[in-house]
């Protein structure tokens, strides 16, 4: 949750826990609503709105703070959670401050 930027292994923190990965996943899953990647793209997205938000950063600067391949994947990621790309969030945004 804190290091939207770090690779995250998944399995790993599952075996950390002692348990397989299905089984955390599918805990995880129950928990919280919604799978451990869903959520923490999710989370990622999120941030970037916080970051858009505040307007200093490029959408490739988040993108890299973020942990996204490249900006392309950021953007197209974005979209599917938010529903606007980057661009069109920011316009959004823009218009309706005070």
Known sequence: EA???RAVDL?????SFGMSYETFRKSF???????????RLA?????????????RLSDKEIAAELGFC???HFSR??????GLSP???????????P
């Open 3 to 5: 290091d939207h930027g």
């Open 11 to 15: 399995r790993k923190l599952a075996r």
């Open 29 to 39: 899953a129950r928990q919280v609503g919604l799978p451990p990647a869903r959520y």
């Open 43 to 55: 989370r990622q997205i999120d941030r970037a709105c916080t970051l858009m938000r505040r307007g």
């Open 70 to 72: 490249d900006e392309f």
């Open 77 to 82: 990621r974005f979209k599917q959670i938010v």
């Open 87 to 97: 661009r069109a969030f920011r316009r959004a945004q823009s218009t309706a401050a």
